[in-house]
């Protein structure tokens, strides 16, 4: 019994010692805004045929625990990088704090404050809007925002919690459709032919996606954007579904234009002339059509080729691996842009008609039934 009490005593009196490893205090790394007070010192440095400027920085910090704070960035090294961008004094900046197991401090400048510029820019669309388009462009302002949170707050979450990003997609382009829609047209004969236009064409987009998707047997895992995307948290992402969900989110922008404007056409001429022919309508209507058609399908493509612009200049230049044009095509990333194209050109080139025809038969009929 006296050993027993004796274990005992040593075992909660006794200190125990744990290896410093398991005890980890140190800090995590900081994000911060700062602005350059001066540039201290600057070396120019020839890094394989490019002149690359090494500079030595004094700081001070903006937000946070560094506000007020001198901090000083060393930039001149050995190891040479030749993204380095050249900062001058009163440049806001981001830094990096970086501490290790010791909580020194390190700081590394990562890039320029930029929101400062958009914050501008996005004033200064707000305003023209307004003051070219006033109501309407009230009206177009808001289903911007709406969409926005659709996208940020519904779609993207849904997806990141493992749903079916296609299935989301539907849901979210249909709320974006009626908040788009209802909101800058008004809740009228105009505003519902759009709407039933919009999703037919959507749906026809959808169903030729899914089919040449399969046919191409795309993935949907390719570029340098995707891979971290490969695990996220603990729900794995669906990435075929994620291509189709961006086709159909992709096309949604332009189908809005395409088809509310063929419909105001169609009321237009209807309007300049009651008693004409259905027939005579539709052509009239339908030759707008033909020249939105054209310049929309453009639109589109050169968005996405813009997307892809760096891509498709490392394969022409011949710093790629393909051979030829047939092996640029038949690379994953690129075939997968050419179906999104031609996917969404099919679906504007569709709506055309049937927002025409629709929008013929209802005004007629209305009018008939006056």
């Not at 350059?36 to 001070?60: A, N, Y």
């Not at 008004?186 to 959507?202: P, Q, R």
């Amino acid at each position: 019994m006296k050993k027993i009490i004796i274990v005992i005593f040593l075992f909660l009196f006794t200190p125990f010692f744990v290896d410093a490893q398991d005890i980890d205090n140190t800090k995590e790394d900081v994000i911060f805004k700062a602005r350059v007070i001066q540039v201290l010192e600057e070396r120019e440095v020839d890094g394989e045929g490019d002149i690359i400027l090494q500079q030595k920085l004094e700081l001070t910090g903006l937000e946070g625990e560094f506000k007020n704070k001198k901090i000083f960035f060393n930039g001149i090294g050995d190891l040479l990088v030749k993204a380095n961008k050249n900062y001058n004094e009163g440049d806001e900046v981001l830094v990096l704090a970086v501490y290790d197991h010791e909580n020194n401090v390190s700081y590394y400048i990562t890039d320029y404050v930029r929101t400062n510029a958009l914050l501008i820019l996005f004033v200064l669309f707000v305003i023209l809007l307004l003051v070219v388009s006033r109501i309407k462009g009230l009206r177009s302002l808001l289903s911007l925002v709406i969409t926005f949170c659709v996208i940020i707050y519904y779609i993207i979450p849904k997806i990141i919690s493992g749903s079916n990003p296609l299935f989301v997609a539907i849901l979210g382009s249909i709320m974006i459709i009626f908040a788009v829609i209802y909101i800058t047209e008004g809740f009228n004969e105009k505003a519902h032919i759009a709407v039933f236009s919009i999703f037919v064409s959507l749906v026809s987009v959808l169903f030729l996606s899914q089919i040449f998707v399969g046919l191409a047997h795309l993935t949907g895992i390719s570029g340098e954007d995707v891979l971290p995307l490969i695990s996220l948290g603990n729900n794995v992402v669906n990435f075929k579904g994620l291509l189709l969900a961006g086709i159909l989110i992709g096309t949604l922008g332009v189908l809005d234009d395409v088809v509310v404007s063929q419909i105001a056409t169609v009321k237009e001429i209807i309007d300049t002339d009651p008693y004409q022919h259905a027939g005579e309508v539709f052509r009239k209507s339908y030759r707008v059509g033909v020249s939105h058609i054209s310049s929309m399908v453009n639109t589109l493509f050169l968005a996405y080729a813009g997307v892809s612009f760096p891509l498709l200049i490392l394969f022409i230049s011949g710093g790629s691996a393909f051979p030829s044009w047939w092996h640029i095509v038949n690379n994953e990333v690129v075939a997968a842009e050419i179906v999104r194209t031609l996917a969404g050109s099919i679906g504007i080139i569709m709506s055309v008609p049937l927002s025409t025809a629709l929008a013929v038969w209802w005004y007629k009929f209305r009018n008939t039934n006056k």
